[in-house]
């Protein structure tokens, strides 16, 4: 199992505050399906819409590319430095 990595400053990061809660809470489930899915911060255009319940999550979306915490990749999305801060999927799989 893979455990979501938050710096308890998250809350108060300017590129949080310029999105607002709603994208902010889409990005920590976002977060917590690419650790339990292994996909190296990648978030497919598929599946998006179930990863909370808010009901924009493309308008949610967008706020996170303008703000750069996510990155327009074919058919989704990637998280900015996922991999920075979150294990690998090769090192999840190595323990």
């Given at each position: 199992?893979?455990?979501?990595?938050?710096?308890?400053?998250?809350?108060?990061?300017?590129?949080?505050?310029?999105?607002?809660?709603?994208?902010?809470?889409?990005?920590?489930?976002?977060?917590?399906?690419?650790?339990?899915?292994?996909?190296?911060?990648?978030?497919?255009?598929?599946?998006?819409?179930?990863?909370?319940?808010?009901?924009?999550?493309?308008k949610l979306v967008e706020r996170l590319v303008e703000a750069g915490l996510w990155h327009v990749e074919n058919?989704?999305?990637?998280?900015?430095?996922f991999l920075a801060f979150q294990p690998s999927k090769?090192?999840?799989?190595?323990?």
């Amino acid at each position: 199992m893979a455990w979501v990595k938050l710096d308890d400053g998250f809350p108060e990061h300017p590129k949080v505050q310029q999105v607002g809660g709603d994208a902010a809470w889409l990005h920590v489930c976002a977060l917590a399906y690419c650790n339990r899915n292994l996909t190296d911060g990648f978030i497919a255009a598929q599946v998006v819409g179930r990863l909370s319940d808010r009901r924009t999550p493309r308008k949610l979306v967008e706020r996170l590319v303008e703000a750069g915490l996510w990155h327009v990749e074919n058919d989704g999305w990637a998280i900015h430095d996922f991999l920075a801060f979150q294990p690998s999927k090769a090192k999840v799989e190595a323990e």
